[in-house]
């Protein structure tokens, strides 16, 4: 997985292997595996007003980008990474909180900051 983060994958996702492999050759099992990607869409990290929060159930997360999401926390992200957040792979884990009137964008600091 970390060749598709390499190539500028961002939400890299392990949705299913398959127990059971479909061919034994010399003893290497070869199992069938499902991965989810995004590609980045190269945006600028404006910041706009929107958040979101973390659902858990583990303590934090972080993601490729370094930005730390601690669970049921209200986080300001950028357009892009809100973007990403709610959309892709990682729709399911996060609640997405846009801002009732976009802001005048303003450029991000880093993560972590």
Known sequence: ??????AGFAAVKLDKRDTTPWQTIEGIEFRSVTETTVKGEGKDCIDRGHAVIYRGPYREVR????????????ITVCERTYCMITVGPYKD????I?????R???ACAPPGT
């Open 93 to 96: 884990d996060f609640i997405g």
């Open 63 to 74: 993601d490729e980008e370094g930005h730390i999401f601690p669970r049921c926390e209200r």
């Open 104 to 106: 005048e964008p303003v």
């Open 1 to 6: 997985m970390e060749v598709l983060v390499e």
């Open 98 to 102: 846009e801002p009732y009137v976009l």
